[in-house]
């Protein structure tokens, strides 16, 4: 059953995209979503618009002071969470590795990877004390394959699984699941920028000659969250119509 059952969930990034399509559907499915990203007008309306089980609290999740603070506030809100959809992500400069900047590598680790260690560190205790509790952070392909001009991302990404591998084997034993979302090429707003040539290049390297939608990355996380996947723990899940695990030739 992916039904939440009034369970708390809280998720980052959820002000558009993978983040808003899965709290729209968390909440559709029973769960109160406490839904996190820093354009605070924009979140407060998709909160509203999901209704009563949605709740906004705006903050850079890059800014460990902000975003404990709204999680204390959500928690306060909503009660202990159940889950953390740690999904809210940079995804840095394109520039080659020995001329990338060293601030925005920074910015990248920290917003993409150390952010979820401190939510993580925030919120696991109380699933620790419920004896059940579900983590799934965001990955990208670039937690699994090296790619050129952004070593900040793929480092962020490969650290995050790690990370997510890292928690699950120490909390299993409490209760507490943690898995890894792999998101191959999935339209979100992330995508608008991309030219129409471009955009039917990544088409073709995806064997099913499309993007994925963010209801279809939505589908995964929810049941990947939600007590229907209570044996599923240090798992990645790439949900990329068989980009990474292929090779046509
Ligand atoms: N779409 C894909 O194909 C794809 C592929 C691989 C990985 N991913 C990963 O999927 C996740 C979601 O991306 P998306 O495609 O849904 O892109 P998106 O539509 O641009 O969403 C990114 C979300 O993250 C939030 N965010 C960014 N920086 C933040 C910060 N410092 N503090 C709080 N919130 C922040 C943004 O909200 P605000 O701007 O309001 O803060 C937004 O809600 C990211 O981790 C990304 O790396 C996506």
Not at 9 to 30: C, N, P
Not at 103 to 120: K, M
Not at 224 to 229: C, E, W
Request: charged residues 15%; hydrophobic residues 50%.
């Amino acid at each position: 059953m992916t039904d939440f059952a009034g369970r708390h969930v809280i998720v980052t990034g959820a002000s558009s995209g993978i983040g808003l399509a899965t709290a729209r559907m968390l909440a559709a499915r029973g769960a109160r979503v406490s839904m996190l990203a820093r354009r605070k007008e924009a979140l407060a309306d998709q909160a509203r618009a999901i209704g009563d089980h949605a709740a906004a609290f705006a903050a850079d999740v890059g800014d460990k002071a902000a975003l404990e603070a709204a999680l204390a506030e959500a928690v306060g809100h909503f009660g202990p969470a159940y889950g953390l959809f740690a999904n809210a992500g940079l995804a840095g400069n394109f520039a080659p590795a020995l001329a990338y900047s060293p601030e925005l590598f920074d910015e990248v680790i920290r917003v993409n990877l150390t952010s979820v260690f401190w939510a993580i560190q925030a919120l696991a205790p109380g699933m620790v004390e419920a004896g059940e509790g579900s983590i799934l952070v965001t990955g990208s392909m670039a937690s699994k394959r090296g790619m050129a001009m952004n070593p900040a991302y793929v480092a962020s990404k490969h650290g995050v699984l790690g990370l997510s591998r890292a928690i699950a084997v120490e909390l299993a034993p409490q209760g507490v699941r943690c898995n890894c979302i792999v998101p191959g090429f999935i339209e979100t707003p992330a995508f608008d920028l991309i030219p129409p040539e471009q955009a039917a290049r990544i088409n073709q390297r995806v064997p099913q000659r499309r993007m994925g939608s963010a209801d279809e990355l939505a589908e995964v996380a929810c049941f990947l969250l939600s007590p229907a996947a209570s044996h599923v723990t240090a798992q990645n899940w790439a949900v990329d119509g068989g980009v990474l695990d292929t090779l046509e030739v």
